[in-house]
């Protein structure tokens, strides 16, 4: 018998949530990466619920659109990662071999399985993470924006805690392609949940530069908005964004904001950036020894607030600079100085900053 998540670990919240220690240092944030990630399945109800219980500041939300409009939360466009859609809708892979959202309407969506993700190699699955929550163990399913708010601001009004949400955009040049207008959809969820003003608690992200700009100065101020905005500051080897050059869709070129001169360009349409950990400090400094770029301290210079992605305390994933998973939160609060980080395991994260009042 398949028995809900979210009431498997009820308990566990009711638990947590009385006995979790109070809010973590004012000027840290702890962001749950896809909720708590490291324990169930990403962009679960069950993640996110487990995530507010621990102590998560904001819940981060990856925003994809549906065939029929609908905005879900899921991080990839596809999805042949995380669901059973390939032995489900069997037909409708696209020649590419994958799943796309964008093809599915929402209720079709609702009877996929939602698992921890998985990698198929020669016909063989195995889990991406071995130790995280067992794939296909127990039920879980895609969520909506709206869903997932709703959740967020229940257990906010039954606990009396202020959890924040931290959505992103997913690829608005992808939508666009296929024309959908995915940016003006978000917000109009956003602001029905009353996320409207610069001090709620909502930092909204983005790796494309074109849609936050688009966002600061066109949708936002036409929708009667005023929300935080965060560049997420990609490889441009990873290829996602992509712009037309000479007739050929192309990587965009994130170089340029890695040097620590163009924040001051960033933080005329945004309010904080989001890099990769590793442009922050080099992985292959020495043990004790980390080689820190200027990148956190020029944008807090110029005012943005700095949340890098994603701490991971799996197998390979602290590296070799790093003694412990504690000891690389320490390096990136206490010397690299950032303002939050995304974590899959915030319950780390909170007690790590809990243990040091000190450092206010």
């Known amino acids: 018998m398949n028995i809900q998540p979210l009431l498997i670990i009820a308990a566990a919240i009711l638990v947590a949530t009385f006995c979790a220690p109070g809010p973590v240092l004012a000027d840290r944030i702890v962001i749950a990466h896809r909720g708590a990630s490291g324990y169930l399945p990403e962009h679960s109800l069950a993640a996110k619920a487990a995530a507010h219980a621990m102590g998560a500041d904001y819940i981060e939300q990856d925003l994809v659109m549906t065939r029929d409009d609908r905005i879900v939360v899921l991080h990839d466009l ?23 959202v964008i093809d599915f309407d929402l209720a079709e969506l609702k009877q996929l ?29 895609i969520s909506t924006l709206e869903e997932e708010i709703e959740l967020i601001q229940g257990m906010n009004h039954s606990t009396g805690k202020t959890v924040g949400i931290y959505p992103e955009i997913k690829a608005p040049w992808f939508h666009r392609h296929a024309g959908k ?16 003003r610069r001090d709620d608690r909502i930092y909204l992200q983005c790796f ?28 441009t080897r ?23 001169a163009a924040m001051a360009e960033i933080a005329r349409y945004a309010d904080g950036v989001g890099p990769w950990m590793n442009m922050l400090v080099n992985p292959d400094s020495l043990p004790g020894q980390p080689q820190i770029s200027d990148l956190a301290a020029a944008a807090q210079a110029a005012g943005l607030a700095v949340h890098p992605y994603t701490f991971r305390l799996d197998s390979g994933r602290i590296p070799p600079y790093a003694a412990d998973f504690e000891d690389l939160l320490s390096i ?27 450092r206010r």
Do not use: C, N
């Open 78 to 100: 596809h999805l042949d990662r995380v669901t059973d859609v390939a032995a489900v809708f069997p037909a409708r892979r696209r020649p590419d071999g994958r799943y796309y």
């Open 113 to 141: 399985r939602l698992t921890e993700g998985v990698k198929r190699v020669e016909d063989r699955e195995t889990a991406i993470y071995p130790r995280r929550f067992p794939p296909w163990l127990s039920t879980f399913r």
């Open 181 to 196: 207008d995915i940016s003006p959809a978000v917000l109009t969820i956003l602001k029905r949940y009353g996320y409207t």
């Open 208 to 235: 494309d530069p074109r849609a936050l700009r688009r966002l600061r100065t066109e949708l936002l101020p036409a929708m009667g908005m005023d929300l935080k905005l965060v560049q997420l500051i990609a490889e």
């Open 238 to 260: 990873w290829g996602l964004t992509l712009v037309m050059e000479d007739g050929q869709a192309v990587p965009y070129d994130y170089d340029w904001m890695k040097r620590p």
């Open 332 to 358: 990136f609060f206490f010397q690299v100085g950032v303002d939050g980080v995304f974590t899959d395991f915030p319950d780390r994260a909170v007690r790590f900053l809990q243990s040091h009042p000190q």
